[in-house]
């Protein structure tokens, strides 16, 4: 087992089921995200015999830097998995901090018509560790200090839900990277029955809902799961979760030119979202190599928004992160370079 992938229950449980005091597992975690140890014999708090022990059941490995692109606000990695397998994680340069954009799995099975990130099918799930360690490589391998957290790069965080929330549980503990979770989103394109079951949980990070289009036909056309989950119940759903865990929902929608954009869509959207504690994240499109979308312009996306805001829905712009280096919302891919890597 990789002990990254543990939470702090996980080894408090460990250290009860041989008789040692549960309370050993603060050590280890602060030993692993705050003293940033790479053996436990270094942890000297610890009796030996405890030392051996986790080293028969535990291992450290992470992820490797494959290549690594960068801009002024934006620099994208792609790391090989232990099975070979690869992903993209993004730093976003913020004026409030650095936020990381983390991967979810090996592919993704959602297929968006407007991303690129579902051309390559869902390979396999990330275990916790391997979400971790996207955080940590930047962290503390490139020390690059890191003050938030979304869960939006490739794959779909709610079709991972138990790592993805053993995740999440790990980088927001104070003994851990002690990001909080107010710091954290994980985006969903709209799995309903996980929303529900994430509306329960206490102290949990934000959350956002890939959105896109206002009305089931459009929507239909644009995310298939759609027809799984049709856009009444995943608001409905998103309702549910605004007043249980008494947070704003975020949905997302992307800014796409002649399909999306319109007065009319405008006018839609905001009946559709009337009454819910949320806001409108407006995005602009950013182009793929699979897609023939174009982008809506600027003074659409300025109208759009007024439009919404006139009809009392809370409605931002998006900041654009990476689109000239294919690292932005619905760019992400590592089909290309996975094939190249392996040769």
Avoid: W
């Amino acid at each position: 087992m990789n002990i990254y992938g543990q939470t702090m229950e996980m080894l408090q449980n460990y250290f009860k089921s041989f008789g040692e005091n549960p309370a050993k597992a603060k050590i280890v975690f602060a030993a692993l995200y705050r003293d940033k140890i790479s053996s436990f014999f270094d942890i000297a708090e610890l009796s030996d015999t405890v030392k051996t022990r986790l080293a028969a059941d535990f291992e450290f490995s992470g992820v490797a830097l494959v290549t690594k692109s960068e801009t002024e606000t934006t620099c994208k990695y792609l790391f090989r998995l232990s099975d070979g397998h690869t992903i993209e994680t993004v730093l976003m340069k913020h004026a409030y901090g650095n936020g990381v954009c983390v991967s979810t799995q090996v592919g993704c099975n959602m297929d968006c018509a407007f991303c690129e990130s579902g051309k390559l099918k869902k390979v396999r799930s990330l275990e916790p560790h391997e979400m971790v360690h996207q955080v940590l490589y930047l962290r503390d391998v490139l020390g690059i200090p890191v003050s938030h957290v979304v869960l939006m790069g490739i794959g779909e965080p709610f079709d991972n839900y138990e790592n993805v929330m053993n995740f999440t549980d790990i980088i927001s503990h104070q003994q851990g990277i002690s990001i909080p979770a107010r710091h954290i989103t994980i985006s969903t394109a709209g799995i309903v029955p996980k929303i529900l079951e994430y509306a329960s949980r206490t102290a949990a990070p934000a959350l956002a809902i890939s959105l896109h289009a206002p009305n089931d036909e459009l929507r239909n056309r644009l995310m298939p799961i759609n027809r799984a989950y049709p856009i009444r119940e995943l608001v409905d759903a998103a309702k549910v979760y605004a007043e249980k865990s008494g947070k704003k929902v975020t949905f997302a929608y992307i800014m796409i030119h002649g399909v999306n954009d319109s007065d009319e869509c405008a006018l839609e959207l905001a009946a559709l979202l009337k009454g819910i504690n949320c806001y409108v994240n407006l995005i602009p499109y950013n182009k793929t190599r699979s897609a023939s979308f174009e982008p809506s312009s600027k003074e659409r996306v300025l109208e759009f928004y007024d439009m919404l805001k006139k009809q009392g829905i809370n409605v931002t712009i998006r900041r654009e992160f990476g689109g000239d280096m294919n690292a932005a919302c619905g760019q992400l891919s590592s089909d290309y370079k996975q094939k190249k890597c392996s040769q």
